[in-house]
């Protein structure tokens, strides 16, 4: 995983937008994608492109048209990489203090 081509497509609020309007309904094509938005075809085609190679965004052919899924993996390797390794300690602590006062309440 290329955490840089990652950070990279998630840092443009437009590219975040498509990432969510996929969430929300998974398969969808170029036209699909592009229904309600202040961009051009093209741009939304580029903004796709650069997901793509994030892989954060694939694609099957169903005859004509595109058809575009989100892959969820690199934003899940990110959260377990940078986020994760944040939360360890704190983590850590509330199971800690968990034990602790669950101890004194059963002597």
Do not use: Y
């Not at 290329?2 to 937008?17: C, T, Y």
């Not at 969808?28 to 965004?57: F, P, S, W, Y």
């Not at 390794?85 to 509330?94: G, I």
């Amino acid at each position: 995983m290329n955490d840089d081509k990652v950070f990279r497509a998630l840092a443009d609020a437009s590219r975040r937008q498509l990432l969510d309007r996929l969430h929300k309904k998974n398969g969808q094509t170029l036209g699909e994608l592009c229904r309600g938005l202040d961009m051009t075809r093209q741009a939304v085609a580029k903004h796709l492109a650069i997901l793509e190679e994030a892989n954060l965004v694939s694609w099957k052919r169903q005859g004509r048209e595109k058809i575009h899924f989100i892959n969820p993996v690199p934003i899940n390797q990110i959260a377990e990489r940078w986020i994760g390794k944040f939360e360890q300690p704190r983590l850590s602590a509330l199971s800690k203090l968990k034990e602790t006062l669950e101890g004194e309440d059963h002597d």
